[in-house]
């Protein structure tokens, strides 16, 4: 079974607005960690963002801000003032059962993204 | 620090033929993983090691094998190459973390592109 979802298609954002990307996540787990990552067209994959199950308070990092829903099992990144350089494919992904020896990461499908000016 | 790098960068096979991808990484991260990349699939794992010596199967392992001979190398072969092996490979790496926290960001390399005609 997929345990992230991502199902929104490309979308277009204009220049300095915000985007928001969906992202649903499947676990019975209680402790578990959720991750966005950006990947330009470059290629590499950075780290943006990350939210433990037991934070209290939605994550943020500069623009990017993380809204957690843990009743419903969501957990969207929200980039604010968009700017051209956020133009790249966004994947959430989960780390469950963080036991020592599993520190395995799984990944949605990913949001394509494209800032227009 | 150079991180995680990768070798080679590209490759193009014949179906048939085996290469090896090399990882290496100077953070002295416990954690390595392997992972390929395919258009719409998002990210998905390959083989993962969690410590010198040891190794893992993730998601997708037919048709690899790996080695972690040394804490900061891990080797990625492919013994006789399919079409279906087309993709791009990533490489990661992770530190050690105690049970139960969840948090732990992976850190990638640049990627490999393989071809395999």
């Known amino acids: 079974a997929q345990k992230i979802t991502q199902t929104q298609p490309g979308m277009f954002v204009q220049e300095k607005e915000a985007v928001t990307l969906d992202c649903t996540y499947d676990?019975?787990?209680?402790?578990?960690?959720l991750f966005w990552y950006k990947q330009p067209s470059s290629g590499e994959m950075i780290f943006l963002i990350y939210?433990?199950?037991?934070?209290?308070q939605n994550a943020t990092e500069g623009r990017y801000s993380l809204n957690f829903q843990k009743a419903r099992k969501s957990a969207n990144l929200v980039i604010s003032a968009s700017q051209l350089g956020d133009s790249a494919m966004y994947f959430c992904?989960?780390?469950?059962?963080?036991?020592?020896?599993?520190?395995?990461?799984?990944f949605g499908k990913g949001n394509q993204v494209v800032v227009i000016p | 620090n150079a991180g995680v790098t990768q070798t080679p960068k590209f490759r193009v096979l014949k179906t048939g033929q085996s290469m090896t991808l090399l990882c290496a990484q100077d953070?002295?991260?416990?954690?390595m993983y392997w992972y390929r990349q395919d258009p719409g699939m998002g990210l998905r794992l390959i083989h993962y090691?969690?410590?010198?010596?040891?190794?893992a199967k993730g998601e997708v392992p037919d048709g690899y094998n790996v080695s972690r001979l040394k804490k900061q190398n891990f080797l990625l072969g492919l013994e006789s190459a399919a079409p279906s092996q087309t993709s791009v490979y990533f490489c990661?790496?992770?530190?050690?973390?105690?049970?139960?926290?969840?948090?732990?960001?992976?850190?990638f390399g640049p990627g490999t592109r393989l071809t395999v005609l």
């Open positions: 990661a790496s992770s530190r050690w973390t105690s049970g139960g926290n969840p948090y732990n960001e992976q850190f």
């Open positions: 676990t019975s787990d209680q402790s578990y960690g």
């Open positions: 939210q433990g199950s037991y934070d209290e």
């Open positions: 992904a989960m780390r469950e059962d963080p036991s020592y020896g599993n520190n395995r990461l799984a």
């Open positions: 953070m002295n991260h416990e954690y």
């Open positions: 090691s969690v410590g010198e010596g040891t190794t």
